[in-house]
């Protein structure tokens, strides 16, 4: 992750985070857990800002190699090693996908764009 994103994390759940350094390891955030093995709860996710919500998911997916498209994306992590282009294709455990959804479905009713 880059120091941009460690930032953004950081100032977004403004509680403090514990990250990982790279893709393929999980990270956790002190407000909802590790986001390989916890499923996140609606309540802990409705606390968050749009940004925040807006980086935990793509989080999942850079831990998980996905390589960034949209300029915020590739600003704000890395592109180094990533292996997949479309998010579809990114092989996430059954935690993570439900994380994922749960965050979209939170993102929706926040009205994040």
Same mark, same amino acid.
């Given at each position: 992750m880059t120091r941009t994103a460690s930032k953004l994390v950081a100032a977004a759940l403004a509680g403090g985070t514990l990250l990982a350094a790279s893709p393929a390891m999980?990270?956790? +955030?002190? *407000?909802?857990?590790?986001?390989d093995s916890e499923y +996140?709860? %609606?309540? %802990? =996710?409705? $606390? =968050?800002?749009? %940004?925040?919500?807006? /980086?935990? $998911?793509?989080?999942?997916f850079y831990e998980n190699g996905y390589c +960034?498209?949209?300029?915020?994306?590739?600003?704000?992590?890395?592109?180094?090693?990533? *292996?997949? /282009?479309v998010s579809g294709n990114v092989p996430l455990n059954r935690v993570e996908r439900a994380n994922v959804e749960r965050i979209k479905v939170v993102e929706a009713r926040k009205g994040c764009s």
């Open positions: 999980s990270a956790c +955030f002190e *407000m909802i857990g590790c986001t +996140f709860s %609606d309540a %802990d =996710l409705r $606390r =968050l800002s749009c %940004d925040a919500l807006w /980086t935990v $998911r793509n989080t999942i +960034f498209q949209t300029a915020k994306g590739k600003a704000v992590f890395s592109n180094v090693g990533c *292996m997949y /282009t």
